[in-house]
Structures are given as structure tokens and as C-alpha cells.
């Protein structure tokens, strides 16, 4: 029998959910002693990955620091845990070792989701992974080429090609939904997005697939559906991702709908030693209850609080009744934003609603530098006036701006309520305060309910 070392709590996994998990139950539990186990050397910050090739241009600068887990007294190690078994409450790792808990979390985050494209495999088609090392392969390989086709249109793919043509690159991508961003926007804010890449001379097709990749020993051009060809010298699939949840799969511990670790309000699994945080746990939509894939370093790192604080006693109440979603992004100065439900998803399903309209700008007056025009689509229902989406287009302002927006829907806070908000302004830094394009949104929204 292998000789075990022991430890109170054991995380699996060392991308944010982990490392939030970590360092949280180390402020609750001071006395306990935790292991972190992750399968890279360096960990890395996913939502930069984007930004490596035309701004940063280095992996290094993405690469997070290990100091505060060292310096909590929390042990690291680098390895690939193989099994757990759930009955002696061990995990073994590719070398043999094993590792006995009191308690397990599981944040072993998402991986790649590859379509089934004729020649996926040819040297020259990269993924987006969360490992240092294949990134620096993939930096290498943008560096030597002029044309890049990146196949899917949403956040990440739209972002990857506005960083590559900052670097000069001839980039086209290729979305099979009616518009880029498609699943967080509304058509109109889509938009907004698609003729900025225009105006920067990225080339975009939607409504389109790739049939195939030809090459002969490397990638030299897309097939699409409508059968034009595109010469290129690299694809990066930005095609989404899928929760990485085969260990738990072997172990025996149930698997949710949406293809994510099912877990109850506190985080714990069907095992109630074992935790699940982050992109590998399923999550839940607030409005419906549904299970819904939503894989955001926000949500992960709100998950790894509670379950860092509730490992081995239920110290903190969650009130995080549902997951809302909230998403931004940026290409060229512009901003998009959105929380909650957008008006064609809340009408798909079933939801009777109104949707209230503002345009503003985030300075007074105008002409101060720095100015953007706003935009804010609001998202009510018409029954009981709760806010439950709201999307935002402008500049930098509007970051915050949905963070907010956030809190709001997530309280259940009508319009009515939200229209006598009290807010902080200056010249400087925000709309004027007969300006506030979130409170206008509201009153037009309230308008229309009314005079319904």
C-alpha cells in the first residue's frame, strides 16, 4: 500500500477558481493545511490571452506570481492528478504519488472545444489553451505569419483579431451565427462591434462554417460553406470551450446538464467532501433556474469564496441566488458590455418585457477630452417592473457602468427604484446628472410600461 501524505483540504487545479479557493481557506481555516495541485508550471491570467500577440507580445507578461500562495503556507505542487478515490478520499497524481484529504476541490476549468473540421489536426491550427508553453509556440508561429483565419466570432475571437491586425496581420474570421458576438448581444450592439473590425480592415463572414482545412504537411487555406477558399497561413479555433470534468467523470461524482459538475448553493458535489468552483461546475441562470454554460473568471473566483469559507463549516451565507452573467469587452475604443438577459434571449423565453432606450455622454459637457458616446439598452419586466438585462455600448466608462448594472439586476431592483438612484457625478468623469444614460434607460422603460 502506498504511504499517502495527508492533508486537510487538497485543491485541484490552479487557474483563478483554484487559487481564490486556496488562499480563501486559508484566511478562514488558519490552522488547516492545504495542497494546490496544477498540471502547468507557471499559471497565467486567461482573459489576457488575447492581448499576447499584438499588444504584450509575451506569454511572460500574463504569467501570475505564486508568491501569495507561498507566503499563505499554502503547498504547491506540479503534477496531473489521474484518480481520485472518493471511498479512501486519495488523489493520485501521473507519478504514482498519492495525496489523502479531508476535504477536495475540484477546479480543473475548461478545455478547448474542437470542432469536427477535415484537416483540424494539420501543423499550423492552434486552440486557445491556458499553458504558457503552448502559448509561446503559438506567439512564435503568429510572428512568422502574415495571414491568420480565426473560426468562431465571440469574445475571445473577436479580440484575438483585433490584437493581431495591431500587429499587422491580415486577419478574417468566420462566425456560423447571424452576427459576431451574437450569443451576448442584441443584433443591434453586434453591429456596433462588426463595423469597427471594418474600419480597421479585418475581414469577417457570418452565417458561414468552415467545411475544411487543406494543406499538405502545414494549413494553406479554408474551405468555407458558401465555397469560397481563403489562403492563409495559420488557423486559431476560438470556437468556445467545454468544462474539464473527466477526472470527476472517473470518480464517480455526478455530471449536471450542461455538462459541467453538478453542484448544490455551497458548491459541493454528490460527494460531500468534495467541492467543485470555476469553469468545471455547473452553473445555474438566475431568471430560470436552467442549467446554463456561462465559463467567466468572475463567476470562478465569486464561487472559490464561498467555497474556501465553507470548506469545513458553513461560515458564510452564499446570496448569490443564480448566475447572471455579466460580460465586456473592447476593440479599438469601443466598448460593449451586457448583464442579465439581452431582449432576445428574455423573449425566447417567454418573458413579456419592455426594453427602455438612452443615448448620452460620459462627460459634462461633451467637449471635455476623454468624452464618449453612450448607449444603454434596458431590459424590464412588464410585470412587477424588475430590471433583467441591460446591455452598453461607449467607452471606458461603461465597465463599471455594467458592474453596476449588475448589482441591480441580481437585487431584483425595479425601475422605479432604480430611477430615484442616488448618484455621484463630476464634469470629469461621468454623464451629467440630468444625463445618466442608466437612469434615462429606466424612465423610458417605466414610460412604456405605463402607457401600456
Not at 111 to 125: D, F, K, S, Y
Not at 302 to 316: D, H, P, Y
Amino acid at each position: 500500500m502506498v504511504n499517502a501524505l495527508k492533508y486537510d483540504a487538497i485543491i485541484i487545479g490552479g487557474g483563478p477558481a483554484g487559487t481564490v479557493t486556496a488562499l480563501t481557506a486559508r484566511r478562514y481555516y488558519p490552522d488547516k493545511k492545504i495542497l494546490l495541485i496544477r498540471n502547468v508550471d507557471k499559471s497565467i491570467i486567461p482573459c489576457a490571452i488575447p492581448y499576447i500577440f499584438g499588444t504584450l507580445r509575451s506569454v511572460d507578461k500574463i504569467v501570475t506570481s505564486d508568491e501569495k500562495l507561498l507566503r499563505s503556507d499554502i503547498d504547491l505542487l506540479i503534477e496531473d492528478v489521474v484518480q481520485i478515490d472518493k471511498e479512501k478520499r486519495r488523489v493520485k497524481t501521473a507519478s504514482g504519488k498519492e495525496y489523502e484529504y479531508e476535504k477536495l476541490v475540484l477546479a480543473t476549468g475548461s478545455r478547448p472545444a474542437i470542432p469536427p473540421i477535415p484537416g483540424i489536426n494539420l501543423e499550423g491550427v492552434y486552440t486557445i489553451k491556458k499553458n504558457p508553453k503552448y502559448l509561446e509556440k503559438m506567439l512564435k508561429a503568429v510572428e512568422k505569419a502574415d495571414r491568420v483565419v480565426i473560426i468562431g466570432g465571440g469574445f475571445v475571437g473577436v479580440e484575438i483579431a483585433d490584437d493581431l491586425n495591431k500587429a499587422g496581420k491580415d486577419v478574417t474570421v468566420i462566425e456560423m451565427l447571424p452576427h459576431l458576438l451574437y450569443l451576448n448581444f442584441d443584433d443591434e450592439f453586434c453591429e456596433l462591434v462588426e463595423r469597427k473590425l471594418e474600419e480597421i480592415g479585418i475581414k469577417f463572414y457570418v452565417n458561414t462554417k468552415v467545411s475544411k482545412i487543406i494543406g499538405r504537411e502545414r494549413t494553406e487555406k479554408v474551405v468555407l460553406s458558401n465555397g469560397e477558399e481563403i489562403k492563409t497561413d495559420m488557423v486559431i479555433l476560438a470556437t468556445g470551450t467545454i468544462p474539464n470534468v473527466e477526472l470527476a467523470r472517473r470518480a464517480g461524482i455526478e455530471i449536471g446538464k450542461s455538462g459541467g459538475i453538478r453542484v448544490d448553493e455551497y458548491l459541493r458535489t454528490s460527494d460531500k467532501n468534495i467541492f467543485a468552483v470555476g469553469d468545471c461546475a455547473e452553473k445555474r441562470i438566475l431568471f430560470t433556474g436552467e442549467p446554463v454554460k456561462l465559463m467567466l473568471a468572475s463567476i470562478a473566483t465569486a464561487e472559490a469564496r464561498i467555497a474556501g469559507a465553507n470548506l469545513f463549516e458553513l461560515k458564510v451565507l452564499n446570496q448569490i441566488r443564480g448566475t447572471i452573467g455579466i460580460f465586456s469587452t473592447t476593440v479599438r475604443g469601443l466598448v460593449l458590455a451586457a448583464a442579465g438577459l439581452i431582449e432576445r434571449k428574455a423573449r425566447e423565453e417567454g418573458f413579456d418585457v419592455v426594453v427602455g432606450h438612452s443615448e448620452s455622454i460620459d462627460r459634462h459637457p461633451g467637449a471635455l477630452p476623454g468624452a464618449s458616446k453612450v448607449k444603454v439598452k434596458c431590459v424590464v419586466a412588464k410585470r412587477g417592473e424588475v430590471v433583467m438585462g441591460c446591455e452598453i455600448a461607449g467607452g471606458a466608462s461603461v465597465a463599471e457602468m455594467i458592474n453596476m448594472m449588475g448589482v441591480i439586476i441580481e437585487e431584483g431592483v425595479t425601475v422605479s427604484k432604480l430611477i430615484n438612484m442616488q448618484i455621484g457625478t463630476h464634469p470629469l468623469l461621468t454623464p451629467s446628472p440630468p444625463g445618466s444614460p442608466i437612469i434615462n434607460a429606466a424612465v423610458d422603460a417605466l414610460m412604456k410600461i405605463r402607457s401600456g
